[in-house]
T-cell receptor, first 112, second 114 residues
Framework: GDSVTQMEGPVTLSEEAFLTINCTYT??????LFWYVQYPGEGLQLLLK?????DKGSNKGFEATYRKETTSFHLEKGSVQVSDSAVYFC???????????FGTGTRLTIIP | GAGVSQSPSNKVTEKGKDVELRCDPI?????LYWYRQSLGQGLEFLIY????????KSGLPSDRFSAERTGGSVSTLTIQRTQQEDSAVYLC????????????FGQGTRLTVV
């Protein structure tokens, strides 16, 4: 079955540091890949997505590239801010399958 | 409303009691999903609705769990004879685009079974 494995947390960084949160997946088909974010006190929201190999999703300074050869979708940001503190979830949606399969989430805390 | 609304936001119930959790999706969204987030776990898919039909119920953990959707809108997740392992945050999401993976989530109902 489908599965998503993401970097264990929590992760604590200083403001303006470089961020990478690793995500790898297993899928039976050709999935679409997503990063969702949950800010404190808010619901999950889509951060970015990619639907085919070598696509790069980007939003709010975050980027992730769909790497089919390594089955990965790592999240990166060049300079994090305190406002980026949240829980980040990697997810996939396999073709023909409506549901999202999520990783366990990575809690990110940015300190000034 | 502007977003997905879930009620109640918190529910504490005694073991063995039944509970109902409600979800109001974004108006016009035909797809609706229920997920469960247990402590230290990722989000676990429970059930998917397209309109009032549930083509995928594969994630419901036992026959104590059921869900319905009426009028292509509001959905209710019912847990009968609750157990302590049912304690979790139950999340509802809706989507306007079938098969896109683009889901809008509510803030969830935190269920505690004591």
């Amino acid at each position: 079955g489908d599965s998503v494995t993401q970097m264990e947390g929590p992760v604590t960084l200083s403001e303006e540091a470089f961020l990478t949160i690793n995500c790898t997946y297993t899928a039976t088909g050709y999935p679409s890949l997503f990063w969702y974010v949950q800010y404190p006190g808010e619901g999950l929201q889509l951060l970015l997505k990619a639907t085919k190999a070598d696509d790069k999703g980007s939003n709010k300074g975050f980027e992730a590239t769909y790497r089919k050869e390594t089955t990965s979708f790592h999240l990166e940001k060049g300079s994090v801010q305190v406002s980026d503190s949240a829980v980040y979830f990697c997810a996939l949606s396999d073709f023909g399958n409506e549901k999202l399969t999520f990783g366990t989430g990575t809690r990110l805390t940015i300190i000034p | 409303g502007a977003g997905v609304s879930q009620s109640p936001s918190n529910k504490v119930t005694e073991k063995g009691k039944d509970v109902e959790l409600r979800c109001d999706p974004i108006s016009g969204h035909t797809a609706l999903y229920w997920y469960r987030q247990s402590l230290g776990q990722g989000l676990e898919f429970l059930i998917y609705f397209q309109g009032n039909s549930a083509p995928d119920k594969s994630g419901l953990p036992s026959d104590r769990f059921s869900a319905e959707r009426t009028g292509g809108s509001v959905s209710t997740l019912t847990i009968q004879r609750t157990q302590q392992e049912d304690s979790a945050v139950y999340l509802c999401a809706s989507s306007f685009q079938q098969g896109s993976g683009l889901a809008f989530f509510g803030q969830g109902t935190r269920l505690t079974v004591v």
